[in-house]
């Protein structure tokens, strides 16, 4: 199993592990007349480490083709940062509508490999995305200050730092689209303290479009036709304030 899916898994069994030791002992709840009302608003800071879904080209994976690409793969993952705004709509008891436009930096490294030995250096990819998620939050019961929930929706993001043409100063010879619309699913906890509710939640959103932009540097077309198809993904972890 991929260790970033490990992580999280672990991560979420542990703070669920937290809320059911928590709701075995009773203890005076916070008012939430906050997370009562049908509309409230707050805003979130998160962490992000964004990835590429690479499917490589066939001439990859045949070692008897004279025209052998270099095999590409995102090998190392960066730190990037979430800064969002919070608008909580409450249809239903258990059941939110929550949209949170905001803004996410981050950067993707490929790396290309022959035989094992990196090939001509990194392409670094960075990104600068305004984002427009709507998500559905199905929550559970509270226990004590603690509440469960489950969330998952969709995420429009447009990469401000996606280039219109190559850049000749820098030494990148492929290029990523800049719209792209994301499925996003996570799992969270709500802590609703004196005055405000803190939720810390982990999600995964996955891009469902090829972002590669079909455009060749001439000179070093290897690049780019060592892929067929890539697409987006991120690991986040988010603390909201509401």
Not at 22 to 28: A, D, I, L, N, W
Not at 39 to 49: K, V, Y
Not at 76 to 105: E, M, W
Request: hydrophobic share 40%.
């Amino acid at each position: 199993m991929n260790s970033r899916i490990q992580f999280i898994l672990a991560a979420l069994f542990f703070l669920l592990l937290h809320s059911e030791s928590q709701g075995q002992r009773q203890k005076p709840k916070n008012e939430s007349w906050y997370d009562e009302k049908l509309l409230h608003f707050g805003f979130s800071l998160g962490f992000n480490t964004m990835d590429f879904n690479i499917s490589p080209s066939p001439y990859c994976l045949n070692p008897d083709s004279l025209d052998q690409y270099p095999y590409p793969e995102v090998a190392l993952l960066k730190p990037g940062i979430n800064i969002q705004i919070v608008t909580n709509l409450r249809p239903a008891k258990y059941l939110d509508i929550r949209f949170l436009p905001g803004v996410s930096f981050g950067q993707r490294v490929v790396s290309y490999y022959k035989d094992t030995i990196l090939y001509n250096g990194d392409q670094r990819l960075e990104s600068s995305f305004l984002e427009f998620p709507l998500l559905l939050k199905y929550k559970g019961d509270r226990l004590n200050n603690v509440r469960p929930y489950v969330i998952g929706g969709f995420n429009f993001r447009y990469d401000l730092a996606a280039k219109k043409e190559f850049d000749e100063d820098r030494d990148v010879y492929i290029r990523i689209k800049k719209p792209d619309l994301y499925f996003e699913a996570g799992a969270g906890l709500d802590f609703y303290l004196k005055y405000f509710k803190l939720s810390v939640e982990l999600k995964m959103s996955n891009g469902m479009s090829n972002v590669l932009v079909d455009d060749r540097y001439g000179g070093h077309e290897e690049f780019r036709n060592s892929i067929e198809k890539m697409r987006s993904r991120i690991w986040i972890i988010a603390f909201h304030f509401e």
